[in-house]
């Protein structure tokens, strides 16, 4: 997810360091374990620790990134299960 971030990133043009985002998707992940409510959580979290971790100026660049940091992510996974199957 870190480097799906990274190139969501790149995309935005917003600037931030890889460990920050590795570090952002990790403790999102993490809270999306919780039953029930760790899917809003864990994009609440991810957009709140973009915030703080990186240059954004709105909260609208962190919701793009995620959104193409997932969309990126669901590709590369429809794809390797294309290639695997």
Same mark, same amino acid.
């Given at each position: 997810m870190a480097a799906f971030l990274w190139i969501?990133?790149?995309?935005?043009?917003v600037d931030g360091s890889f460990l920050a985002l590795l570090l952002a998707s990790?403790?999102?992940? /993490? #809270?999306?374990?919780i039953p029930y409510a760790g899917?809003?959580?864990s994009f609440a979290c991810l957009l709140? /620790? #973009?915030y703080q971790w990186t240059d954004m100026d709105s909260w609208l660049y962190g919701f793009f990134m995620v959104l193409i940091a997932r969309a990126l992510a669901m590709l590369?996974?429809?794809g390797i299960y294309g290639l695997i199957k």
């Open positions: 969501a990133m790149k995309i935005v043009r990790v403790i999102s992940i /993490l #809270l999306g374990l899917g809003i959580l709140y /620790l #973009l590369a996974f429809v």
